[in-house]
């Protein structure tokens, strides 16, 4: 079956302007999760979201946000874009049910450079 | 969830086995030990995971110490294609709650031919 897509691969934007990203996950998969990849911190989790919901967010300032959709679809968008949020974006899906045991299925990214 | 320690790098000769240590010296009872892997600027993959029996799949082999506070990961026969960095995390089963993997610095496999 189809893996989990991320559009646009590569994107450049400038400082202040707003971005939005979008992941369709694995079909049948109700979990999204958002992570960013920069060389100095790493992988970090921004948010997870499930049945259209926010499950779980992690240490990342508001202008972060998210939104799923009924049929799983998610964005990610970022105000006010600052340089230090030139990173990879990576997102992940997963099955979601009950016997979940973290197998999460992950993206090519989205490649943001900020200049 | 509980820490991991990994060496930063390592090599490996094309064709042999490579054995990546994990140390998770204060895992819970309840945490499993997961293996993903990130080839250069793609996104992770997950490789294999185990609670405390010893665990084998298409991909690589986990062996889990009795008392559960190191474990390593096993690729058989390593070909270039396995270069990359390779993160092992203890995590509790999400049953149905929140998925966050937290990922540390990994180790570097680089095969060589």
């Known amino acids: 079956k189809a893996g989990v897509t991320q559009t646009p691969r590569y994107l450049i934007k400038t400082r202040g302007q707003q971005v939005t990203l979008s992941c369709s996950p694995i079909?049948?998969?109700?979990?999204v999760s958002w992570y960013q990849q920069t060389p100095g911190q790493g992988l970090q989790f921004l948010f997870e979201?499930?049945?259209?919901?926010?499950?779980n967010k992690g240490n990342f300032p508001g202008r972060f946000s998210g939104r799923q959709f009924s049929n799983s679809r998610s964005e990610m968008n970022v105000s006010t874009l600052e340089l230090g949020d030139s990173a990879l974006y990576l997102c992940?899906?997963?099955?979601?049910?009950?016997?979940?045991?973290?197998?999460?299925?992950f993206g090519p990214g989205t490649r943001l450079t900020v200049l | 969830d509980a820490k991991t320690t990994q060496p930063t790098s390592m090599d490996c000769a094309e064709g042999r086995a490579a054995n990546l240590p994990c140390n998770h010296s204060t895992i819970s009872g309840n945490e499993y030990v997961y293996w993903y892997r990130q080839i250069h600027s793609q996104g992770p993959q997950y490789i294999i995971h185990g609670l405390k029996n010893n665990e084998t799949n298409e991909m690589a082999s986990l062996i889990i110490t009795e008392d559960r506070k190191s474990s390593t990961l096993i690729l058989p026969h390593a070909t270039l294609r396995d270069t990359a960095v390779y993160y092992c995390?203890?995590?509790?089963?999400?049953?149905?709650?929140?998925?966050?993997?937290?990922f540390g610095s990994g180790t570097q496999l680089t095969v060589l031919p």
């Open positions: 992940a899906s997963a099955a979601g049910g009950i016997f979940d045991y973290n197998e999460q299925f």
């Open positions: 979201y499930f049945s259209e919901t926010q499950r």
């Open positions: 995390i203890v995590r509790a089963p999400t049953s149905g709650s929140a998925r966050q993997l937290t």
């Open positions: 079909s049948g998969h109700r979990s």
